[in-house]
């Protein structure tokens, strides 16, 4: 059983940057790949990034690429959301998920654990 556990959403303006962590405890000493998920209110969970177990391998949605970023320290068993040039369309909660992958990929079925999530807020 792994836990998961997301801090660092907050209110920022259009523009700006926002950090997200996701802190894993539990059985982490399997391969898990990780991966961040997104929930806009009336909109299904879509995928956003996610990086392998080594973090040599990164996947980003098309909407996110060239903005945000994926990263993890496996010594804190934290994988991180570097978020820039925010937009509006940003806005929604953001999940963290690990999953025992041999190759990424953005079906939300694929991940077995799941954080509660943190809310990230963009103005206009």
């Known amino acids: 059983q792994v836990s998961l556990v997301e801090s660092g959403g907050g209110l920022v303006q259009a523009g700006d940057s926002l950090r997200v962590s996701c802190a894993a405890s539990?059985?982490?000493?399997?391969?898990?790949?990780m991966g961040w998920f997104r929930q806009a209110p009336g909109n299904e969970r879509e995928f956003v990034a996610a990086?392998?177990?080594?973090?040599?391998?990164?996947l980003y949605a098309d909407s996110v690429t060239g903005r945000f970023t994926i990263s993890r320290d496996n010594a804190k068993n934290t994988v991180y959301l570097q978020m820039n040039s925010l937009r509006p369309e940003d806005t929604a909660v953001y999940y963290c998920?690990?999953?025992?992958?041999?190759?990424?990929?953005?079906?939300?079925?694929?991940?077995?654990?799941w954080g509660q999530g943190t809310q990230v807020t963009v103005s206009s």
């Open positions: 998920a690990a999953g025992l992958l041999s190759t990424l990929v953005s079906a939300t079925r694929r991940y077995d654990y």
């Open positions: 990086i392998s177990w080594t973090g040599s391998s990164t």
């Open positions: 539990g059985r982490t000493s399997g391969w898990y790949a």
